[in-house]
């Protein structure tokens, strides 16, 4: 049965990356920069926080 199951998830995978594949390339890269501003930008900020002396 897990064969089944199997086969139906590849064939799945397959026709939506064939639909879709350039869409999701995009949509990859875009995530990828919006990790990476968003690392940058937090590393940014937790390196510029103020110490507060007392």
Known sequence: MTFVYTTI???V???IRRRFGR???V?????VAG???GGAL?????????V???
């Open 13 to 15: 995978v397959y026709v």
């Open 35 to 37: 990790a990476v501003i």
């Open 42 to 50: 937090g590393a940014y900020l937790l390196a510029s926080r103020g």
């Open 27 to 31: 949509v990859g890269g875009i995530a």
């Open 23 to 25: 869409q999701l390339r």
């Open 9 to 11: 998830g590849r064939l």
């Open 52 to 54: 507060e002396e007392g």
